[in-house]
């Protein structure tokens, strides 16, 4: 079992719909969450990190995070095709004082128009 | 401007010939960090560094070096690169571990090792 896995995709929506994009993980010690987005040939972007259970709020995007079934999401808002892009799970193991983080593969969001 | 640079961008090599690749940010962040990124893969850890002459293994660390001398750089050495090591790295910083890391990432340099 791969200790952070998407669904690898793509996810595809129509613009103004919402996206839910979500994330597994093994290790039952991982602290803290995070969520970047990647367009094609560019380098991953933070947009979302989360610690508690629960969800987090930030605009159109909203963390869900849930210790107990070991799943992280993240909802996308009134998709517009600019969400179209790779977006990337990662997970920081065992406790959230050590610096190694885990990614997932990555799912592929397709927002057409 | 507040950025990760690295350096080179691209990189074509022969097996075995000593290379380095820089990494450099001015957010004076404590944390640095180097992946790799491969079709299926995904990102993998190689290093990261908590902070100045403090450096710790990722997942993928074998074949690499790392060194901390300073805050602001976190280079990257492959003493005897294989074409195994074919790949495009990725360098990252954050202000610390908790809640940022690796917030901002470099553009990325793709190596080929023939």
């Known amino acids: 079992q791969k200790e952070v896995e998407q669904n690898s995709g793509p996810l595809s929506v129509p613009e103004g719909a919402i996206a839910s994009l979500n994330c597994t993980y093994s290790d039952q010690g991982s602290q803290s969450f995070f969520w970047y987005r990647q367009y094609s040939g560019k380098s991953p972007e933070l947009i979302m990190f989360i610690y508690s259970n629960g969800d987090k709020e930030d605009g159109r995007f909203t963390a869900q995070l849930n210790k107990a079934s070991q799943y992280v999401s993240l909802l996308i808002r009134d998709s517009q095709p600019s969400d179209s892009a790779t977006y990337l799970c990662?997970?920081?193991?065992?406790?959230?004082?050590?610096?190694?983080?885990?990614f997932g593969q990555g799912t592929t969001l397709q927002v057409k128009p | 401007e507040a950025q990760v640079t690295q350096n080179p961008r691209y990189l074509i090599t022969v097996t075995g010939k000593k290379l380095t690749v820089t990494c450099s940010q001015n957010m004076n962040h404590e944390y640095m960090s180097w992946y790799r990124q491969d079709p299926g893969l995904g990102l993998r850890q190689i290093y990261y560094?908590?902070?100045?002459?403090?450096?710790d293994k990722g997942d993928v660390p074998e074949g690499y070096k790392v060194s901390r001398k300073e805050k602001r750089n976190f280079p990257l050495i492959l003493e005897s690169p294989s074409p195994n090591q074919t790949s495009l790295y990725f360098c990252?910083?954050?202000?610390?571990?908790?809640?940022?890391?690796?917030?901002?990432f470099g553009q990325g340099t793709r190596l080929t090792v023939v």
């Open positions: 990662a997970v920081n193991i065992r406790s959230s004082n050590t610096g190694k983080l885990i």
């Open positions: 990252a910083s954050s202000l610390s571990v908790q809640g940022f890391v690796g917030a901002f």
């Open positions: 560094s908590m902070n100045v002459e403090v450096t």
